[in-house]
């Protein structure tokens, strides 16, 4: 089985805690990922988009068979700006895409003494991040549609182009996300289980299709 993302509209606070958008709690020697990027002739690193942060404890029960971390937290950052609406110089279509544009990242601890707030900032301190939003999660058939861990990729050919890899996690347009992605197209993030398993989120591939 997949397991279902839901995002809710909330006035709670979700310090450490499962959450889509808004800015990620992270252990203070965490680096933030960037990606290098040419732009007029200039060179330099731009952050990618914090996508969701996954407090493990509430995926375990919907995770039968343990494929994933079930304590710490865990965190998916992509470059997907232009899928929000942004102008963008990470900006990317269908088919793979080029190494570093996304990244996901593990703590396997969660401390809420030492965990900061990363907020990303434009020059006039005002907030630069979508609004944040509840995540809940629900048992879902693994070929489902929507925003999923788990499971296989639909709507796209992702399936049939990487048949050993996993499914992380998969991003599909959903009104209260603000993501529009090409009529039925799909992002999925996919590792090998083998490399899940040594925890190489590095070796994450990401298709949009």
Same mark, same amino acid.
Do not use: N, R
């Given at each position: 089985m997949a397991i279902r993302l839901k995002l809710n509209k909330t006035e709670r606070i979700l310090f450490c805690g499962s959450k889509w958008w808004g800015d990620p709690d992270m252990p203070e020697n965490m680096q933030y990922p960037t990606v290098e990027v040419t732009e007029d002739g200039e060179t330099f690193d731009y952050p990618l988009t914090f996508v969701c942060q996954i407090n493990c404890e509430d995926i375990a029960p919907f *995770? !039968? +068979?343990? !494929?994933?971390?079930? +304590?710490?937290? =865990?965190?998916f950052f992509a470059a997907i700006d232009q899928w929000l609406g942004y102008e963008s110089p990470t900006?990317?279509?269908?088919?793979?895409?080029? !190494?570093g544009h996304v990244a996901v990242k593990y703590a396997k601890a969660i401390n809420f003494e030492t965990f900061q707030t990363c907020m990303m900032v434009d020059d006039e301190g005002q907030?630069?991040?979508?609004?944040? =939003?509840?995540?809940?999660? &629900? &048992?879902?058939? *693994? *070929?489902?549609?929507?925003? !999923? =861990?788990?499971?296989?990729?639909s709507g796209s050919d992702a399936r049939g182009k990487y048949p050993?890899?996993?499914n992380l996690l998969q991003l599909a347009s959903e009104p209260v996300s603000g993501m529009n992605f090409p009529e039925g197209m799909t992002l999925n993030l996919m590792i090998k289980e083998s490399d899940l398993g040594y925890g190489n989120w590095k070796k994450t591939k990401a298709y949009l299709g």
């Open positions: *995770d !039968k +068979e343990g !494929k994933l971390p079930h +304590e710490g937290m =865990l965190y900006e990317q279509g269908s088919g793979e895409w080029p !190494k907030q630069l991040t979508e609004s944040e =939003l509840e995540i809940v999660f &629900e &048992e879902c058939e *693994d *070929d489902a549609e929507g925003i !999923k =861990l788990l499971g296989s990729p050993d890899l996993l």
